[in-house]
């Protein structure tokens, strides 16, 4: 019975999200029949035809890959600063000298990021070193929020049952700030994924989305415009659900891991 009942509830929210696609589509297409240019607007079909034509190629699974694979690089690590930055600014003395810090970068605008690590970096490195400071400052922000909200009366029954330094991070600190590390880090994966392929289309660094793009805005090329954009969207779409299943897999853990 709970069986049939799951199984309805995926099929009518599968026809729900065909049905909207759909509309969508008949948007899309009623814009190009009103507008009546490929140059402005593809049509729907065209944009379809020319990705069928883009993913039987191994150049663009490369260039798929190696655009993943820089944007999460400069995403893992703008993380493990954002957490070490965050634990650090626990200290009034180090919050104090580190806050300028945090604001100029929050405050900077990426295209200034940019144009800086064009002459400090490779190509190559640039995506990753944007993706980093775009991750960096909303994982120390609410690391440190996290930290200062853990509730004084565990940290003091902690203290009475002499607990390891160990213990008191499993039991108490990571289950109180994991909710603040999964907002940030979902926040940041939305954020990243743009910037990331912002810094390519800039860049242009070998095998990327972004340079893609750039070439086919400079030719006039809207269907490959088109093309490249929707597979940005479906790679964030795809991205967001992942690290939405996994950091809910990841939060039952350690609230388990805490009852226990």
């Not at 663009?60 to 400069?74: D, P, Q």
């Not at 940041?188 to 805005?217: D, F, M, R, T």
Request: hydrophobic share 55%.
């Amino acid at each position: 019975m709970k069986i049939s009942i799951i199984q309805n509830k995926i099929a009518r929210k599968l026809i729900k999200s065909i049905l909207i696609i759909s509309l969508w589509f008949f948007i899309w297409q009623l814009i190009y029949w009103l507008v009546g240019n490929e140059i402005f607007v593809p049509s729907p079909l065209t944009v379809l035809r020319r990705l069928f034509v883009l993913a039987v190629k191994a150049e663009f699974w490369y260039t798929v890959f190696f655009s993943i694979g820089r944007i999460f690089l400069g995403f893992i690590v703008g993380i493990l600063l954002g957490i070490l930055l965050g634990v650090v600014c626990n200290n009034q003395i180090m919050a104090d000298i580190l806050s300028p810090l945090k604001a100029i970068i929050k405050a900077t605008p990426v295209a200034s990021f940019i144009m800086l690590a064009w002459i400090w970096l490779r190509r190559d490195q640039i995506p990753v070193f944007i993706a980093m400071l775009m991750v960096t400052p909303i994982l120390w922000g609410n690391i440190s929020t996290g930290i200062q909200s853990v509730n004084q009366e565990y940290l003091a029954f902690a203290k009475v049952y002499d607990l390891t330094w160990a213990k008191k991070i499993k039991y108490i600190y990571v289950p109180t700030v994991l909710p603040y590390f999964t907002s940030a880090a979902y926040t940041a994966a939305g954020l990243v994924w743009k910037a990331g392929i912002a810094a390519e289309g800039l860049c242009q660094p070998k095998n990327s989305i972004g340079a893609n793009l750039y070439q086919a805005k400079n030719l006039l090329d809207t269907q490959d415009v088109f093309a490249w954009t929707a597979v940005v969207i479906v790679i964030s779409l795809c991205l967001e659900s992942g690290m939405k299943l996994f950091f809910g897999k990841l939060g039952k853990k350690f609230t388990l891991a805490g009852v226990k």
